[in-house]
């Protein structure tokens, strides 16, 4: 089993910048992937962005490009959100997933595929 815990969401000033952390603990050994994706009031999930533990590849979602970057620190088994220019779009929850076998194609996108979640983080975006 693996646990996930998010942390950082807060309101933030349209054009601001914000950092969100995704704490992993538990068989952490058996993860490939740990992805961020977010969630708007009557909207359905979207994926952010991935994390291929094993390669260090990052994906991003075409919404975010050039504003979020993930990072991680392998010691601390965390992975980080840091998102720039946040615009009112961007105002959800924010949650991180993770999955312990390969994805194929775009199936990385799909919330379905994930075993694990965090119980996600706030963020609001307002002018």
């Known amino acids: 089993q693996v646990r996930l815990v998010e942390s950082g969401g807060g309101t933030v000033r349209i054009g601001g910048s914000l950092r969100l952390s995704c704490a992993a603990s538990?068989?952490?050994?058996?993860?490939?992937?740990m992805t961020w994706f977010r969630q708007a009031p009557g909207k359905e999930r979207e994926v952010v962005g991935l994390?291929?533990?094993?390669?260090?590849?990052?994906l991003y979602a075409d919404s975010v490009k050039g504003r979020f970057t993930i990072s991680q620190d392998n010691v601390e088994n965390t992975l980080y959100l840091q998102m720039n220019s946040l615009n009112a779009e961007d105002t959800a929850m924010y949650l991180c997933?993770?999955?312990?076998?390969?994805?194929?194609?775009?199936?990385?996108?799909?919330?379905?595929?994930?075993?694990?979640w965090g119980q996600g983080t706030q963020v609001t975006v307002s002018s």
């Open positions: 997933a993770a999955h312990n076998a390969l994805l194929y194609g775009s199936s990385w996108k799909l919330a379905g595929r994930y075993s694990y």
């Open positions: 538990g068989d952490t050994g058996s993860l490939v992937y």
């Open positions: 994390f291929a533990i094993r390669t260090g590849a990052k």
